[in-house]
């Protein structure tokens, strides 16, 4: 059985910082890129951001590029997404996913492993 558990969401002001954080378990998480996604109330879910199976491949949603930084840790079996400059408009649930492949993609139907999700609440 696959776990992802996400943690670090919470309240903050506008242009400050969170990192949030995804705990994987019962699978070889190294052998898999992962992602964050994000719903906010009464919209769709969105990519967020991916990083692939080694690392070394980053991909990132114009709304966040260059104020979110995802990374991992295999040794740890966790990856992280680090949000700077916050927005109001990032509040939503972040959740991460585990993807079916080595590589990243930006459609969430690539993953099948999915977090419970954490909230992000920026305040104005």
């Known amino acids: 059985q696959v776990q992802l558990v996400e943690s670090g969401g919470g309240l903050v002001q506008a242009g400050g910082s969170l990192r949030l954080s995804c705990a994987a378990a019962?699978?070889?998480?190294?052998?898999?890129?992962m992602g964050w996604f994000r719903q906010a109330p009464g919209k769709e879910r969105e990519f967020v951001a991916a990083?692939?199976?080694?690392?070394?491949?980053?991909y990132y949603a114009d709304s966040v590029k260059g104020r979110f930084t995802i990374s991992r840790d295999d040794a740890k079996n966790t990856v992280y997404l680090q949000m700077n400059s916050l927005k109001p408009e990032d509040t939503a649930v972040y959740s991460c996913a585990s993807d079916r492949t080595r590589t990243l993609h930006i459609h969430s139907a690539f993953y099948d492993y999915w977090g419970q999700g954490t909230q992000v609440t920026v305040s104005a």
């Open positions: 990083i692939s199976w080694s690392g070394g491949n980053t």
């Open positions: 019962g699978r070889t998480f190294s052998s898999y890129a």
